[in-house]
Structure formats: C-alpha cells, structure tokens
C-alpha cells in the first residue's frame, strides 16, 4: 500500500471531507488527531471509514489500564486502522489496550487495528526529560520504550525521522514505524518542523508510514502534491 498518510489538522469536518475526497486513492490513508476529533468526534471518523478510507486514530491515550482499554474498544467501533497510545504509560497498560483491540475487533468481526506507542514525543530534548526525572538520553530512552511496546504486544511506534534507524535495529523487521516529519526535498525547513528528512530518506531509514500534513494539506491541489510525493518513494 501506499505508506503514505496524510495529517487532516484542520479544525471542520467540512474541511476534512473537502481533503479527503480530493486525496482518496492517490494516499495510504488519513490521520486524525485531537484537533480535528475534538471539533468534529467519532462521527468524523464513521465518516472516512465507510468511505473505505483507512484511519490512524492519533488521539495518544495514555491512562490507567482500565480506562485506556475501554477507549481502544470505541476507537475500534469507529473503524479506526490505527491507534495510538503513551508507551510511558507502562507495560499493563499497553497490554491492555492491545487486548481490547484483539477483543473488541473479533466482537465486531472486523480486522483488529494496528495498536501503536508513542515513545518520547518529539517536543521534548534531554534537559525536558531530565526534568520529568528521566535522566537517560532521548534515543536510549525512546528505544527502551519502543521495546517495552514490544514486548508488551504493540504493533509498532510512532517515531522522528531520527530516531529510525535506532528503533529499526532495536524492534526488528516486523515492527511498524510511523514518521512525522517528513518535507519533500523542495520543501525543506519549512514550517515548524526542526529536523526532518525527505520521504525518500525516510523510507530508506526503514519507516514503514510516514505522516505528512501541510506540504499536502496546504498545496494549491494536494493531489498533485501527493503523487508527486509518492513518485519519489523507493
Ligand atoms: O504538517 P506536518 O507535516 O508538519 O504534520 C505532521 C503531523 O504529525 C501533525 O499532525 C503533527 O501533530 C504530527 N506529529 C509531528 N511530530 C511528532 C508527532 C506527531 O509532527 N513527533
């Protein structure tokens, strides 16, 4: 499949719809996140995914087990492809969220969607983490995490485009890596985005999805931009 999946942050369903209708087909899939969700709800999602569309839900559920759990079981009844929650939460937790994923999709007779962790999020540097009492470097500490999603049942994380290559080594072939981040070479040092790579360059690294917003979402016809986008994939 095209491994391309493109951020809807805009801040209507009507918005959303307009995009997605100008881009299905020509992109793996759409993620919404808490902007969108929080504006326009599970409705939004029912939406896209009886259109056929493939979701990542990015809504970072990060709780106790209990609660996480009950949350993965609504995001599957939207048809989510994808959901995500806080490694940091621990190992029960993420267990318990890939439970109910398995659980909650056989209920529904429906394919379970792919659990996935975020780590460390990207905003945070060494001194960020020092402060929270994590005294490790990022990367060590986003590895350690990546392998406690591991092994704790989770399907894959989601990670900068620098820490890949790290991750890939650590979690093995198997292991789903999704990357934000991402500018096309003509595009580089755009926006707020500090380090990114192309989404060639991190396809090479080894990512198996990469999340692209605006340099699709802002073009004059996204379309266009994501085939050209996809041209250049390995
Ligand atoms: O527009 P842009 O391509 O920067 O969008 C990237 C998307 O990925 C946004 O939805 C952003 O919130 C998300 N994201 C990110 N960096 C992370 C995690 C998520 O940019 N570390």
Known sequence: MNPILVALDVESAAKAVALADSLRGSVGGFKIGKQLFTAAGPAMVRELTSKGDRVFLDLKFHDIPNTVAGAVQSA?????????????????????????????????????????????????????????GVTRPVLDQVVHLAKLAKTSGLDGVVASPQEVTAIRLACGPDFQIVTPGIRPADQQAKDDQARTLTPAEAM?????????????????NPREAAEKISATLP
């Open 76 to 132: 599957v009844a939207t048809g989510a492809w994808m959901v995500n929650v806080h490694a940091s939460g621990g190992s029960a937790m993420m267990k318990a969220a890939a439970e109910s994923a398995r659980n909650a999709a056989a209920a529904l007779d429906r394919p379970r969607p792919l659990v996935i962790a975020v780590t460390v999020l990207t905003s945070m540097d060494n001194k960020a983490l020092d402060e929270i």
């Open 204 to 220: 090479t690294a080894g990512a198996s999805f990469l999340v692209i917003g605006r340099p699709i979402t802002a073009a004059a």
